[in-house]
């Protein structure tokens, strides 16, 4: 990481939107009701990179998503959080294939 004047290209990444949903359900009590027990998280967002001095963008904006399934454990916000970031760095990955396909 450098600072902008020093750097060979500028990412610019925005989130758009993030969602949870459930994906299975258990029971505890004989199939008579059902829980979710395992969700899926998608982070939705749009990306450009741009090469200073160029009047075209390397990668024009361009839309991604990353996403990771997760399980409720004994306290439900610590598998949410790692899910989260399993999701983020399944976004982050799609964001330097398509930068480096494109360089």
Do not use: H
């Amino acid at each position: 990481m450098k600072q902008k004047d020093e750097a060979d290209c500028i990412l610019y990444c925005r989130i758009i939107s993030t969602d949870n949903a459930s994906i299975r359900y258990d029971s505890d009590d004989d199939d008579e009701t059902y829980i979710p027990s395992e969700f899926r998280i998608t982070v939705n967002a749009e990306f450009t990179v741009i090469i200073p001095g160029r009047s075209e963008p390397l990668v024009a904006k361009r839309s991604v998503s990353g996403s990771a399934n997760y399980q409720y454990n004994a306290d439900p916000s610590v598998g949410k959080y790692y899910g989260m970031r399993q999701a983020c760095y399944n976004l982050a990955r799609q964001i330097v294939e398509y930068t480096t396909e494109a360089w």
